[in-house]
């Protein structure tokens, strides 16, 4: 059965206390992962997509790796503006698009 | 361009009503799908569709209808309403496989 885990559930950092939020997915053949964030009240809003392992995706202060079995999005040197809830999502081959997220990561950064 | 548009914003029915959410994109995709947010739950998809005419169930179809007459328009029905399906729903679109999925803004539904 295809699965998504995002670990930790929640996190409070720092403003400037870099960290890394983790996805482990298990999926027979992997189409693409996504990461997204979202705002309360708000829909997903697209960051990264990354197809094969070792692929990396920058994006100012955000960083998104991928492994065979899990990606991590690095957080450096987090701004009060980051925090929001991060989800992790996969699309398997031949699954027409649909995706499977996980329960997602909520992000607070204190100034 | 709008994307990907919901309405209604926010909706409480009375258990057995039925009703309609909306879902409309203007970026000529062929891929649509409605997923509901729960909390603890993450997002779970409900009904998907590959292109105009076709449409197939997800992880929690019951309870729930679709069609998809045109490319733009991909509406929710809930037949009988009843409190497990008080939510936030979320329609989303994508140019196919492997392609982005844009979302919409959420439709929350509360059910008494």
């Known amino acids: 059965e295809d699965q998504v885990t995002q670990s930790p559930e929640a996190l409070r950092l720092q403003e400037g206390e870099s960290s890394s939020l983790n996805c482990s997915y298990t999926v027979s053949g992997l189409r693409g992962l996504f990461w997204y964030r979202q705002d309360p009240g708000k829909g997903p809003e697209f960051l990264f997509t990354l197809y094969s392992a070792g692929e990396e995706k920058e994006k100012e202060r955000l960083k998104a790796t991928l492994t065979k079995k899990e990606s991590f999005l690095h957080i450096t040197a987090p701004k009060p503006e980051d925090s929001a809830t991060y989800l992790c999502?996969?699309?398997?081959?031949?699954?027409?698009?649909?995706?499977?997220f996980g329960q997602g990561t909520t992000l607070q950064v204190k100034p | 361009n709008a994307g990907v548009t919901q309405t209604p914003k926010f909706q409480v029915l009375k258990t057995g009503q039925s009703m309609t959410l909306q879902c409309a994109q203007d970026?000529?995709?062929?891929?649509m799908s409605w997923y509901r947010q729960d909390p603890g739950m993450g997002l779970r998809l409900i009904h998907y569709?590959?292109?105009?005419?076709?449409?197939d169930q997800g992880e929690v179809p019951n309870g729930y209808n679709v069609s998809r007459s045109t490319t733009e328009d991909f509406p929710l029905r809930l037949l009988s309403a009843a409190p497990s399906q008080t939510s936030v729903y979320f329609c989303?679109?994508?140019?196919?496989?492997?392609?982005?999925?844009?979302f919409g803004q959420g439709t929350r539904l509360t059910v008494v």
């Open positions: 970026m000529n995709h062929e891929y």
């Open positions: 999502a996969v699309q398997a081959s031949g699954n027409t698009g649909k995706l499977i």
């Open positions: 989303a679109s994508s140019d196919g496989q492997g392609a982005i999925s844009f």
């Open positions: 569709s590959v292109g105009a005419g076709i449409t």
